[in-house]
């Protein structure tokens, strides 16, 4: 039922989608990824996504604007936001000629609407990797201008992470206004996702075999560490 929807402009229909998205996402998230079952879920998303190809950018903007609004992890976040840009680069982009530049406050205001989780420094090392990813293509759907990429990002930090930020600053002065989007995606990193953690993983992923092991067991195991 869902690879029959047609692309529409009715707002019922867009809805419809979304709804039906959410559907897929819950039955997903009773598996692991990338389990048959999950996989086909993409592959769900994927032609859904280019079944928006003949719309406005309007409907797919606020499709994606909407799935994000729900509950998802980082990770499905990722996933879906990027079956979206590879099968509708020209529409995700936002690109369109000679259209002006939009003021600041009007780009801080429409990366709020995707209501991407605030960081906070907390938790398992991968998440802040999984959060600069989102942001990522968040950025390459709105066509974000890279000099308020920093600017939104940091909107989005909390508690100890904001903190830190605050602190390395404040030993700076003068030097946080040349800071780039580049330059943020590796303080982060360097940070929260440090490289002895990332080598530590890649030794896991070198030695590991399958052991005891059922297949799907070490196929998950496999992604995991191969991911750093």
Known sequence: SVLSLRPTQDTGAIFQIVEALLHVKKRCSRVSWPSPQSLHTMSIFICL??????TDK????????????FPFTFSFQVLFLAALSCCAPELSSGREPDHQELPQA???????????????GQGDPRVADEWVQVLEIIFEVM??????????????????????????WSMRP???????????????????????????????????????????????????????
């Not at 996504?49 to 003949?54: G, P, Q, V």
């Not at 066509?143 to 390395?168: E, K, S, V």
């Not at 440090?194 to 067991?217: H, I």
Request: hydrophobic share 35%; proline share 2%; net charge positive.
């Open 174 to 228: 003068g030097e946080k206004d040349g800071c780039t989007w580049d330059q943020f995606k590796e303080l982060i990193r360097e940070k929260y996702y440090p490289s002895y953690y990332r080598a530590a993983m890649e030794r896991q992923f070198l030695a590991l075999t399958q052991g005891t092991r059922t297949v799907d067991e070490y196929e998950r195991e496999f992604t995991r560490l191969g991911a750093f």
């Open 49 to 54: 996504a280019a079944r928006l190809l003949n």
């Open 106 to 120: 009007t780009v801080v205001a429409l990366f709020r609407d995707y209501h991407l989780e605030k960081f906070s």
């Open 143 to 168: 066509n974000c201008p890279d000099r308020y990429r920093m600017l939104c990002a940091q909107i989005q930090l909390t508690g100890d992470a904001r903190l830190w930020w605050q602190a390395y």
């Open 58 to 69: 309007v409907l797919f903007r606020h499709l994606h604007k909407k799935c994000l609004s």
